[in-house]
């Protein structure tokens, strides 16, 4: 007999289905999807004890066919793979060359100047702008220039539009409905084998991806400068399996999720007109002072833009669902059994709009965070209660590249809006923020690809 469990209930728009069961069914419930069972957390606290404090039993990836074995070359790199100490290896790596004091104090002017290009591109024409490519390049040579010691020219280089392939063709296989089926439905396990998909994904890693990625890895340990790929072939040593796994998860990961994130940003301040008139009119008193925008470090004296770039995060999480975890031996959490086995899940959506943790929730409200202006790399390791945000994960698996999305964020904005202010598109198509909470269970909640405008401004 085959089991469904809940597969069917969760419906066309998973995200609506299980908001609405985290208001029926409290901050914690347990499903079936075919024979997996998973566990879905809507509040932070409980996600804290599961998964932080029990990170030990917590630390694990569940396992799909397409992901674990082909895109990781059998479970190598740091996002599909189990945390295994080559894991543990490559992730120490990561944290070092991407710590907060190293991307300040070695790549800040750099860091800067690709946002300057960034800015100047968008305001060129004057008239409607889809932002989305501009938004992906511009995070694209963030993470490349940290881990492989490149850069694109533009959206029509070979370099970006070969990453771009790749980076949607691996995407494209990460949904769970249709290329992931028979993990939860055992008996369409050879789905994807009958319809030829493993085999043309297979193909694509091997014959195009992995050897693109051994000619940027070999152009990086020629060159003269530090960067991710020759820490984790020359300083750890790793396979170079490893290493292309670890530098594909960097790209895709710190690309994909920062263009989401400015992408919802824009989309959301363009309809308040009068919070980006106060981020200006705090950047004004800093320039005027300083003549000069401000640094990174100096993000304290624009608290205001810290907290909306916050509570942008908080309305739109970039990651609906997060990153699944998977139960590694049968754990104890409040006197209930939680068997190996299960995937947990921390309901981004709804811990974001935990009334008692954000009041009025639906309402976007910077000021909540002007007393939480700590970076979210040094508050994502703190006690529950010292932290203000839960988009970047939890335990060991909290994302690596936190201090880096950061800057880019304070970079953009910066620039952004001492030089210019984002309005709907001239043409009057609406600007749809509730289209968020009609998709899957996808890794990463796009925005609508609405084209925007970006107006200079006249400053007196």
């Known amino acids: 007999m085959i089991q469904i469990g809940h597969l069917f209930a969760i419906g ?14 409290g901050p914690i419930f347990g499903l079936k999807l075919g024979v997996k069972p998973w566990i879905m957390i809507g509040r932070a606290d409980i996600a804290y004890e599961i998964l932080h404090k029990e990170r030990n039993n917590t ?21 599909f793979s189990q945390p295994t100490p080559s894991w543990r290896q490559a992730r120490a790596a990561v944290l070092s060359v991407l710590s907060p004091k190293k991307l300040e104090n070695e790549l800040g002017d750099v860091l800067e100047r690709e946002a300057d290009e960034l800015i100047d591109i968008l305001m060129a024409g004057q008239e409607d702008i889809d932002p989305t490519n501009h ?15 490149k850069r694109t020219s533009s959206i029509d280089d070979p370099l970006f539009t070969t990453l771009i392939d790749l980076l949607q063709s691996c995407i494209a296989h ?17 789905l994807n084998r009958w319809t030829g998909t493993e085999q043309a994904f297979a193909d694509l890693l091997k014959n195009k991806r992995n050897p693109f990625y051994m000619q940027l890895i070999q152009e990086a340990l020629e060159s003269d400068t530090d960067c991710l790929a020759k820490v984790l072939m020359i300083r750890e040593k790793l ?19 920062t263009t989401v994130t400015l992408g919802w940003a824009f989309s959301i301040l363009c309809t308040m007109p009068d919070v980006q008139e106060k981020i200006q009119q705090e950047i004004d008193a800093f320039t005027s002072k300083h003549k000069r ?24 999480p970039t990651t609906p669902c997060g990153a699944p ?37 639906k309402i976007f409200r910077p000021e909540r965070f002007l007393d939480h202006l700590e970076p979210m790399s040094i508050l994502a390791t703190k006690k529950i209660g010292e932290r203000d945000h839960f988009n970047f994960g939890w335990g060991r698996r909290v994302c690596p590249g936190i201090a880096l999305a950061e800057i880019q964020l304070f970079n953009v904005f910066t620039r952004v809006f001492s030089q210019c202010t984002i309005m709907p598109p001239a043409s009057g198509e609406k600007i749809d923020l509730d289209a968020y909470f009609s998709g899957s269970v996808g890794a990463i909640a796009a925005p609508p690809r609405t084209p925007l405008r970006f107006v200079a401004r006249s400053i007196k």
């Open 325 to 361: 975890h998977l139960v590694d031996q049968d754990m104890e959490w409040r006197g209930n059994i939680i068997p190996k086995g299960t995937t947990v899940v921390a309901n981004m959506i709804a811990i974001h709009s935990n009334p008692d943790s954000f009041p009025e929730p």
């Open 174 to 190: 990460s949904d769970i409905v249709k290329y992931h089926i028979g993990a939860f439905l055992p008996v369409l396990s050879m």
């Open 135 to 149: 938004l992906l390049r511009a995070s694209l040579n963030f993470i490349l220039i940290t881990c492989l010691n």
């Open 59 to 79: 630390s694990g990836k569940p396992f799909y066919r397409l992901l674990s074995e082909f895109y990781s070359c059998e479970e190598k790199g740091i996002v």
């Open 239 to 257: 396979d170079v399996e490893y290493v292309i796994a670890t530098l594909n998860d960097m790209v895709i990961a710190g690309s994909d999720t």
């Open 12 to 25: 066309k728009n998973p995200r609506k289905t299980f908001l609405q069961w985290h208001h029926e069914l």
């Open 293 to 316: 925008l401000p640094t990174f470090c100096e993000r304290n004296q624009v608290p205001y833009l810290i907290a909306v770039q916050k509570e942008c995060l908080r309305f739109r």
